[in-house]
């Protein structure tokens, strides 16, 4: 029986090269024995490598049947990569390019989930032509502290600041300007932090939502930053401490982003869990990590899918069900 052959995108031009390098080496190590994977790297630069010689992206990609796009951030989640494989006519796992450009952009996101019923927090847009001592000004008048500063176009935390004194915003602006020339300028929410996922097509159902996860960070930071998330230090309860009010509430939340943005295959959003305001949702991401620390897989072990299962499903999903 002929294999059936999958490329995996791994690396990429953004600042998430490391967790996607390790993404993309656990799919290599974890695809089933039904599948020849082939492993595609992609450097910094954005040039395009198979079998370690530099290639372009038709020839990278030729002779495969299936693409499992392992990439993140930049490039990978924001619909570039994505139209390069439409244009080859080549199946992907993970959303389409426009769902993917929309997603990856804080910005765009917001206003779909605003125009759908989602709660999200309180903001405003700072560009790097702004007038950065103005912007303070605004917030001073605008906010309370602390205020959360972010990148529009960047996963993983990198960027992401929390201020507590008005006097660290400028620096805060340009922490994130470094990965982003539009910044979020964002209402802090106090609450439990929750993350969700949700897979298309698992168990017969069109969406199956996963158990929402309650992430508790350590004490010394403010919030779930990139050192958090890849250090092992972060507790993550499986599933969550949640009333089971404030579980249905993230499940249908979880949902209804990943209907909103018209994803596809899988997504996880992240949440904040108040007792008085209810449930606001902070981000999705389209192509959430898969390294062995990362959330997505551990909630499938947590519901008995392993991960080879796992990738075998999303194979499935993008080889056979083209759209």
């Not at 001592?133 to 990148?151: G, Q």
């Amino acid at each position: 029986m002929t294999k059936l052959r999958v490329a995996v995108l791994r690396g990429g031009p953004s600042s998430e090269y490391d967790v996607s390098l390790k993404s993309g080496g656990a799919v290599l190590k974890h695809l089933p024995e039904k599948y020849h994977g082939h492993d595609i790297f992609i450097s910094k630069d954005g040039t395009w490598h198979r079998d370690g010689m530099e290639k372009s992206p038709e020839r990278a990609l030729a002779h495969v049947d299936v693409v499992f796009n392992a990439l993140h951030g930049e490039y990978g989640e924001d619909g570039k990569v994505q139209q390069i494989l439409d244009a080859l006519a080549l199946p992907y796992t993970g959303s389409g390019s426009m769902a993917s450009a929309v997603g990856m952009n804080k910005i765009l996101s917001k206003n779909a989930f605003t125009h759908h019923g989602l709660k999200t927090p309180y903001h405003t847009v700072i560009r790097h032509t702004d007038n950065l001592k103005e912007k303070v000004s605004y917030a001073f008048h605008h906010f309370f502290l602390p205020i959360v500063v972010k990148p529009a176009t960047s996963g993983s935390s990198m960027g992401v600041s929390i201020v507590k004194n008005f006097n660290h915003l400028e620096e805060a602006f340009h922490n994130a300007f470094q990965y982003s020339d539009t910044v979020l300028m964002e209402e802090y929410i106090r609450g439990k932090e929750a993350t969700c996922g949700v897979i298309d097509g698992l168990r017969g159902e069109t969406h199956y939502i996963l158990p929402p996860v309650e992430i508790i960070h350590p004490s010394h930071t403010d919030h779930f930053d990139y050192e958090s998330k890849y250090n092992g230090k972060t507790q993550e309860i499986y599933p969550g401490n949640f009333t089971a009010l404030e579980k249905a509430e993230i499940q249908r939340l979880a949902k209804l982003a990943h209907e909103s943005l018209g994803l596809r295959h899988y997504s996880r959003s992240d949440f904040i869990v108040t007792p008085r305001r209810g449930v606001y949702i902070l981000e999705v991401n389209t192509l959430p990590g898969l390294t062995p620390q990362s959330l997505l897989p551990q909630s499938l072990e947590s519901i008995g899918v392993s991960f080879p299962d796992f990738l075998e499903h999303l194979i499935t999903l993008a080889h056979t069900h083209r759209r």
